[in-house]
């Protein structure tokens, strides 16, 4: 495939990563629980920027590569700093009622990686 195929799936990536950061996971703990340590609240919170922020880099790096064939870094470090958030929050005590919205976000990570390797892998 074309280096712009790949970008596209890797903008489909993307967007599931947006779609999934508004999808109820994140909120699923409740960062004014009183009884959640400090330590807790506040990664709790950081979860946030960090889904946001690899959601975006995704999504900007994908267009990139679609449009300039530049930034190609862009797409593998946000699928993982997603990705990696993902698991990370997946670990968390949710309610299952917010578990579909994790695994829309983990999906997009997935296919954001997978087209990592296809842009990577071939030439110009």
Partial sequence: MEKKAWALIALLGGILLIVGVFLPWVKALDPSNPTLP???KSAWDAADVIA???SIMV???ALAVWGFDALRSM???GGLLALVEAIAVYKAPITTEAVYGIWVFIVGAIIALIATIGII???K
């Fill in 59 to 61: 999504l900007l790096g």
């Fill in 52 to 54: 946001i922020s690899g």
């Fill in 38 to 40: 400090a330590v807790e």
């Fill in 75 to 77: 797409v593998p470090v």
């Fill in 121 to 123: 892998s071939t030439k």
